[in-house]
């Protein structure tokens, strides 16, 4: 286990089991309406959990990507601001936004509301893990990894301060570390 970490929330094989079981449910899902949805990833967070949820979709799928900030500091506040947007038209297409962690909503709130406005049949949510405690606004994700406490995590591609993406599992950081 890296040294910076206080504990495991959830393991390697717990997020690849349970990427498999959402996979084979959106599968299922847009499968039996005959649909195939384009994937928007959010950056930067996302990707390895992209990357191993897509290995489980059966579906002739593509894949895309936004990153998006907030405007005010490190606490996700007002309105978001688009670093990169996406490369792909949305027009009429059935949207499967990935992300890593739903916490206030107000990120995901901005875009679901930004790619309706672009004209899209349908967004739907995949979050690897889901902070209900801290939701502001009015916002579920259709598809839910984990749910987990109020509490900051880092690894599989969330981070503090840029590091811990990479680590293969959801931890918490020791306390000496946000001092
Ligand atoms: P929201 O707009 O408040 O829902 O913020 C969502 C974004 O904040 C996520 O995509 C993450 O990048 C970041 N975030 C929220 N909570 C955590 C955490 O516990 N660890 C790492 N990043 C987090």
Known sequence: MNKDIKKILVSEEEIQRRAEELGKQITED????????????LLRGSVPFLAELIKHIDLDIQYDFMDVTSYEGTESV?????????????????ILIVEDIVDTGRTLSSVV???????????????LLDKPERRVKDITADY????V?????????????????????IGVLK???YS
């Open 30 to 41: 847009y499968g039996s309406e005959g649909k195939t949805p384009l994937v928007v990833a």
């Open 78 to 94: 007002g309105d978001i601001k688009i670093l990169k947007d996406l490369d792909t038209s949305v027009k009429g297409m059935d």
């Open 113 to 127: 509301n930004m790619l309706k406005h672009k004209g899209a049949s349908s967004v739907k949510i995949v979050t």
């Open 144 to 147: 839910i990894g984990f749910e």
């Open 149 to 169: 406490a109020n509490e900051f995590v880092v690894g599989y591609g969330m981070d503090f301060n840029q590091h811990y993406r990479c680590l293969p599992y």
């Open 175 to 177: 306390d000496e570390l």
